[in-house]
């Protein structure tokens, strides 16, 4: 059973850049989904972005396209998330996740990013964005 821990948070200025990573504790990624959400306060979840471990391309939410970056390191067995370009509605608690058996498109082999799809959460890390 896969566990994420995600790491990587912290304070920055708007403008500035922040990497998180996303590694499986006790399990080894190959086939699954592995999803990046936020939450901020009074908010509800909403997804960010997700890759395939097994290949794929990566689908973005509109609000990080061109700003965010999924990828991963199957030596580290790691998926990182790199935001540039931080807004101050970037704000939140970031969640990895995972899960082998979430919705994929069928041309693209995307994964969804609907956060009901996956079952196994990370902690989170906050992501603090100044103005």
């Known amino acids: 059973q896969v566990q994420p821990v995600e790491s990587g948070g912290g304070s920055v200025q708007a403008g500035g850049s922040l990497r998180l990573s996303c590694a499986a504790s006790g399990y080894t990624y190959s086939s699954d989904c592995v999803g990046w959400f936020r939450q901020a306060p009074g908010k509800e979840r909403e997804g960010v972005t997700a890759?395939?471990?097994?290949?794929?391309?990566?689908y973005y939410a509109d609000s990080v396209k061109g700003r965010f970056t999924i990828s991963q390191d199957n030596a580290k067995n790691t998926v990182y998330l790199q935001m540039n370009s931080l807004k101050p509605e970037d704000t939140a608690m970031y969640y990895c996740a995972a899960d082998h058996r979430v919705w994929r498109d069928q041309k693209g082999g995307t994964c969804s990013i609907e956060p009901y799809e996956y079952n196994y959460w990370g902690q989170g890390t906050q992501v603090t964005v100044s103005s």
């Open positions: 890759i395939h471990t097994g290949g794929g391309g990566a």
